[in-house]
């Protein structure tokens, strides 16, 4: 008697991995927008975050390859350690904070990115079912990484009727979740957020402090705050953490750092969680966590990556060197959302207060309807729940109009 079944099962994954999509869906548009270039036609392609120059060519700074040519090879061949380089992490504590007292009450790990931090953030501080929060526009990779780890996502009207950062909706969904779940992991990604290019201004971080401390003492709660594209904010926008800071004497506060949009090494992969609390027990078994986390999944990061961005952040003439290069993209960056804003405002586009950052989101109807329509003509952008997103940071100053003119008929479209 044949002890196996006559028919094969259609497929050895387990189940629920067995329907996965294969490409992430902003890839898969850029990759049409590339066929459709490569086949001769006249495509403006503003999917994915990347800082272009206006020929289209990847913007980079000269201080970063001076950099990694910096390091000896040996070094770099070595296995990094596991929570990454002393250095690095101190290096990284500091770019954040300097050296006031929330940098002493500080940990630290390297990530593979700042999409490693945020991995390690949901696996530590959520248990398996429970969902982070986060705002109703949000980075589709968040639901991938909570849904991979088992994880879910849950989320508030992001903008109140005068445009502003919702409060009101943020404290309801947060008291919703800590009745259902008992605990609370809120991710905010600001300034320059990602996709609709708004930042809190002091008075919006001033009122999340105030809500979350008023719950720290009912329930676990940790803030996240993806800290990706602040480099290319408003001026004032880098004082933040100066409006929140109390926090770390309730909760743990944690940021997600990065060097792909800081230092335009999208592919380095090198960030870092930083974690800061006031009890140094507790550090240190965040600490520990957040390191087992590091070799369950990538086991050590990119050595030649973290021993670079070392010498970019400690080495005084080339961390002055890389401000300048950096200073260079956020001009050509601020230049093409003054173009937009500009034109956009005039013919009634509708979108959050956008002042820096790779990304704006204009609203419309239906996001999916604008997209199709502005593919017809050859305007790539993301299509969202009542918005598109819009790259402008690779959109040349030159090429503002067409986009503006493709989004007002894409909003036509869908009404």
Not at 17 to 34: T, W, Y
Not at 167 to 184: H, K, P, S
């Amino acid at each position: 008697m044949n002890p196996f079944p006559s028919t094969a099962p259609e497929s050895s994954l387990i189940p629920e991995n067995a329907q996965r999509p294969g490409d992430d869906p902003i890839f898969s548009l850029h990759a049409e927008a590339q066929r459709r270039a490569a086949a001769g036609e006249d495509i403006l392609n503003l999917t994915v975050g990347a800082l272009t120059e206006d020929d289209g060519s990847l913007a980079v700074m000269p201080s970063v390859r001076e950099a990694l040519g910096r390091v000896p090879f040996e070094r770099a061949a070595a296995y990094a350690p596991i929570a990454g380089d002393a250095p690095f992490l101190k290096a990284v504590v500091a770019d954040l904070y300097g050296t006031g007292e929330l940098a002493r009450r500080s940990v630290a790990v390297a990530t593979a990115g700042g999409t490693g931090a945020l991995h390690h953030a949901i696996v530590n501080f959520l248990e398996p079912g429970q969902a982070l929060l986060t705002t109703s526009y949000f980075w589709g990779p968040y639901a991938i990484l909570a849904d991979h780890s088992r994880r879910r996502i849950e989320t508030f009207e992001m903008f109140d009727d005068s445009g502003g950062f919702h409060l009101a909706a943020f404290e309801q969904a947060l008291d919703r979740q800590l009745e259902a779940q008992g605990r609370a992991l809120v991710v905010l990604n600001s300034p320059c957020h990602n996709p609709t290019g708004y930042a809190l201004d002091e008075d919006e971080w001033r009122a999340v402090a105030r809500i979350l401390r008023a719950r720290a003492g009912a329930a676990p709660i940790a803030l996240l705050i993806d800290n990706a594209y602040a480099k290319f904010g408003p001026p004032d926008s880098q004082d933040w953490y100066h409006w929140i800071e109390d926090l770390a004497d309730h909760i743990p506060l944690l940021v997600a750092w990065t060097v792909s949009k800081s230092f335009a090494q999208y592919g380095a992969r090198v960030g870092a969680l930083v974690v800061s609390h006031s009890d140094e027990a507790e550090r240190k078994r965040i600490f520990n966590a957040l390191s087992y986390s590091c070799r369950g999944t990538w086991s050590n990061c990119n050595h030649l990556g973290l021993l670079a961005i070392t010498e970019l952040l400690t080495d005084d003439e080339l961390r002055r060197r890389s401000e300048e290069d950096r200073a260079r993209l956020k001009a050509l960056l601020a230049e093409r959302v003054a173009a937009f804003n500009a034109q956009a405002e005039p013919l009634g586009l509708r979108y959050p207060r956008y002042e820096g950052g790779f990304f704006v989101a204009v609203f419309t109807p239906d996001g999916a309807r604008t997209a199709a329509r502005m593919r017809e003509l050859g305007v790539f952008v993301v299509p969202l729940r009542g918005a598109v997103r819009v790259a402008l940071c690779c959109t040349p100053v030159a090429a503002v109009p067409r986009l503006v003119e493709a989004l007002v008929e894409g909003v036509r479209a869908a009404q």
